[in-house]
């Protein structure tokens, strides 16, 4: 992810605006993983308890789609004024 040394103003980024940056950064792939292991472990025990061990893979993409919308709603849109 490249991002422009000065806000939209011409202006640098207070720290508070850094400090944003850096939280999304860093918080994006831990929702990715956390979707991902929550549901393929959801997916995992229903493929174990009703022996169907394609639930597993189930659950896991369908862990990392929800977790992409997730990071789409909360970092991808553009924010209004």
Avoid: C
Wanted: glycine letters at 12%; zero cysteines; proline letters at 5%.
């Amino acid at each position: 992810m490249v991002r422009s040394a000065m806000n939209e103003d011409g202006q640098w980024p207070t720290e508070a605006e850094t400090r944003a940056f850096n939280n999304a950064a860093s918080s994006a792939p831990s929702l990715l993983l956390s979707g991902m292991l929550l549901y393929g472990g959801v997916g995992w025990a229903l493929g174990k308890w009703l022996h169907m061990p394609a639930l597993l893979p189930i659950g896991l993409v369908t862990g990392l789609l929800l977790a992409s919308y997730l990071v789409y709603v909360r970092y991808g849109r553009r924010q209004q004024r």
